[in-house]
């Protein structure tokens, strides 16, 4: 069944850098858009950022300048790099699949497990 899987989380201080890495198993990467969300303690799951299929890309205000999408698509692999991590960054970090935008909100239909990203001040 359609799969997607992140890595690449981890513990660094605040201004480092993490590359988070999600790699997809019978779901074609450039043919949906994909995504990159996160899970604040307390908080709800937020859109990061998304690349569709034509490699277009959003990011969310907060990590504009300092995070960008992208993807390998002969690897069909997704990429989210992470500069100048900010304490305010820490969270769960989700890649999705099939992702999709109703009003200001974004939904996806598959999702990965989830990497944890710590960010120490």
């Known amino acids: 069944r359609p799969q997607v899987l992140e890595s690449g989380g981890g513990s660094v201080q605040a201004g480092g850098s993490l590359r988070l890495s999600c790699t997809a198993t019978?779901?074609?990467?450039?043919?949906?858009?994909m995504g990159w969300f996160r899970q604040l303690p307390g908080k709800e799951r937020e859109v990061v950022a998304t690349?569709?299929?034509?490699?277009?890309?959003h990011r969310a205000d907060s990590v504009k300048g300092r995070f960008a999408i992208s993807r390998d698509d002969a690897a069909n692999t997704l990429f989210l790099q992470m500069d100048n991590l900010k304490p305010e960054d820490a969270a769960v970090y989700y890649c999705?699949?099939?992702?999709?935008?109703?009003?200001?909100?974004?939904?996806?239909?598959?999702w990965g497990q989830g990497t944890q990203v710590t960010v120490s001040s």
């Open positions: 019978e779901l074609s990467m450039t043919s949906m858009i």
């Open positions: 690349i569709k299929g034509d490699g277009a890309t």
């Open positions: 999705a699949a099939a992702c999709f935008q109703r009003g200001d909100e974004w939904f996806a239909i598959y």
